[in-house]
């Protein structure tokens, strides 16, 4: 069974930093393609950036290039975001994504798995 | 990075089949045939419903299907029940190497 937990969320003053964390299980992580997608309250969804499996290339949303940073342990089978320089407007729940380009070298731009989400609260 | 664009709302009754429209552009919905469909239940994650325009992820019914046309695609649910009532987001993958979601739609069961 797949299974994707995230943590690291919270409360955070405007201009802050933050680690999601996302551990998975149930499927052979290093293969797919992992994304981050978000969710503002009251709101509809935001692609935010994917990790590629194949290629090590990682993608952004213009929204959050230059803060957001995005990263995997294919050893520990955990991918991460590292938010930064947070705004109000970064305030939503962050949903990690199995899927979002190549999964075992078929093409999969799309998100078969979600985990629960972790709510960011950027306020003072 | 512009939203795809779907209406706000839209509702039927039981039994009854409805149609929710997703438009891009030639760069997204027009260029790829990777558009997906979520469905959204409150306070839950979203759930795949369809991929690759018109395929079923295992455990979807079939009352749901997809398709596209142009810049546009499109989402069917065919008998609809109680439990169709959600709200139904479209995705597609973009020629800058990006995903791009629909604005959303809310379905209601009369």
């Not at chain 1, 969710?39 to 194949?54: C, I, N, R, Y």
Request: charged share 10%; aromatic share 12%; glycine share 12%.
């Amino acid at each position: 069974e797949v299974q994707l937990l995230e943590s690291g969320g919270g409360l955070v003053q405007p201009g802050g930093s933050l680690r999601l964390s996302c551990a998975a299980s149930g499927f052979t992580f290093s293969s797919c393609a992992m994304t981050w997608v978000r969710q503002a309250p009251g709101k509809g969804l935001e692609w935010v950036s994917t990790f590629s499996s194949t290629s090590g290339n990682t993608y952004y949303a213009d929204s959050v290039k230059g803060r957001f940073t995005i990263s995997r342990d294919n050893s520990e089978n955990t991918l991460y975001l590292q938010v930064s320089s947070l705004r109000a407007e970064d305030t939503a729940v962050y949903y990690c994504v199995k899927g979002g380009r190549y999964c075992s070298g078929t093409s999969c731009f799309y998100f078969d798995y979600w985990g629960q989400g972790t709510l960011v609260t950027v306020s003072s | 990075q512009s939203a795809l664009t779907q209406p706000a709302s839209v509702s039927g009754s039981p039994g009854q089949s409805i149609t929710i429209s997703c438009t891009g552009t030639s760069s997204d919905v027009g260029h790829y045939n990777y558009v997906s469909w979520y469905q959204q239940h409150p306070g839950k994650a979203p759930k795949l419903m369809i991929y690759d325009v018109s395929n079923w992820p295992s455990g979807v019914s079939n009352r749901f299907s997809g398709s596209k046309s142009g810049n546009t695609a499109s989402l069917t649910i065919s008998g609809l029940q109680a439990e169709d009532e959600a709200d139904y987001y479209c995705s597609s993958y973009t020629s800058s190497s990006t995903l791009v979601f629909g604005t959303g739609t809310k379905v209601t069961v009369l």
